[in-house]
């Protein structure tokens, strides 16, 4: 479907005979954690929606709109074959009509991480989420946990708006090397995408040292840093261990903690996280 | 009520047995504007709930928060009369609990007339709406236009991320004297109550002359001041004459155009519109 009306007919229809309603917003470019995501949407609900839309706004100037992976056919066969009931696909101008001049911005837990870098990112994830909520009046969301900052985002959003949709977070979907899996990813050539699999073991070197007892953030950095150090081709931007739900930087580790990175190979700039002290 | 989950069960209640629901967010201290509002909800719908909050995000530093008018059993009892079915009456941490990050921003139009000199203002409105609006769920809003620029705000916020409401105006009360009612008109002593009629001899002016022909903003405005400069205790803020919808400077008039007045009196602040070309 290419508008909120047929969607909003569709849905209605649906709530009317007692459906819970599922959705699962993607950008496209679909690979198996999206898949898992839309798996886990079909497993907690009765219909499930799944919007494929590249929104402009999230990205910022000099940023990869022009060249974000489109994959339109394959990804309506892979949800053809998962068994979604609807696929929503707007134009920009469908989303952000003549005259469009609202935005939702959540403050706090947007200024760390990735929000020090993509400055107008969330602002652009919550405004689009806010509008396809409206739009696709959900029972159920589901989000992928490999983006753990737009998760925090998009839960105090709808906390806070009092959207009555339940948040679901997909775990991390990995390559057997253990990539976390990305769009992405196939911006890396392939020098970089065999050196890309030391972010995981960056990460993984963390969760060792915890259950060894390592507790002082800077400590664990060290070794991750030191880790993805041995790839020449790895430039990390971020490292850092911080509340799962505030994003405020966690000097010691007492409860969970999400330890997040982002690395560039070359431009392309990949993230990844682990809950330490689980 | 004081919590958003009773309201919520209520207006569920309400749509389950097909009720069509409205809605008149006020900040209380009512006067027969509020009424008038609450009057035409009560005439399109079956149901309406009126919001008494005053809520302090849409206050700048230096503003009235502190001694914002309140009138609490007064304005019950008003409301009773009327037949309203519920009042929402939250508290600050109802409306905003701890942690919350939120922020919901119309650009463009506000930035002309009060948005220029209350610079938070119109997104606190906006924010506070939109919590209102998902707990509530009207069919229709009832919003005065005395506030033109809330009421344009407002409305592109509920196109813009597709809130199912209807937002409908009630027109500007007045006093005998022509003085729009608002609860700051309170705030005036004898002598500038007295001349606070002055504002709307200034624009029935403006009415006036268009009737006659005239069309340049400009010459308008000189003859709106020099009515209103008629007053020794009025200082005009702004006086601007723009399109409706967009909030948009217009120099010459050739559709319907929005002629906005603020003028202090003392301390107090004082807003009034008329609609030119009509």
């Known amino acids: 479907m290419r508008t909120a009306e047929q969607v909003g007919k569709l849905v209605d229809r649906w709530r009317s005979a007692g459906r819970r309603i599922g959705f699962v917003p993607t950008m496209g470019a679909l690979h198996k954690g999206h898949l898992s995501l839309v798996s886990l949407a079909l497993r907690e609900a009765d219909r499930v929606v799944v919007s494929i839309f590249v929104n402009p706004t999230q990205f910022g100037s000099g940023e990869d709109l022009g060249s974000y992976p489109g994959a339109f056919n394959e990804d309506l066969a892979k949800l053809e074959k998962a068994g979604v009931h609807c696929v929503f696909s707007p134009s920009v101008d469908e989303v952000f009509p003549d005259g469009f001049s609202t935005s939702v911005n959540v403050s706090g837990l947007t200024e760390t991480l990735c929000g020090k870098y993509r400055l107008e990112h969330f602002n652009g994830v919550a405004t689009v989420c806010a509008i396809l909520f409206s739009i696709v009046k959900p029972d159920i969301a589901v989000f992928g946990r490999k983006d753990a900052q737009q998760l925090a985002v998009i839960r105090r959003m709808v906390d806070d708006l009092r959207f009555s949709i339940d948040i679901l977070a997909g775990e991390i ?64 931007q971020y490292l850092e261990l911080v509340d799962p739900v505030t994003m405020m930087p966690v000097e010691k580790l ?25």
């Open 254 to 278: 007492t409860t969970p903690a999400l330890l997040a990175v982002a690395v560039y190979f070359g431009h392309t700039r990949l993230i990844d996280n682990v809950i330490l002290n689980r």
């Open 173 to 236: 979907i990995r390559e057997c090397d253990g990539l976390a899996m990305s769009s992405r990813n196939s911006y890396l050539n392939s020098s970089e995408r065999k050196q890309a699999s030391v972010i995981y073991r960056g990460l993984s070197r963390a969760t060792e040292l915890v259950s060894e007892g390592e507790r002082v953030a800077e400590r664990i950095y060290d070794a991750v840093r030191e880790v993805i150090g041995t790839a020449p081709l790895a430039t990390i």
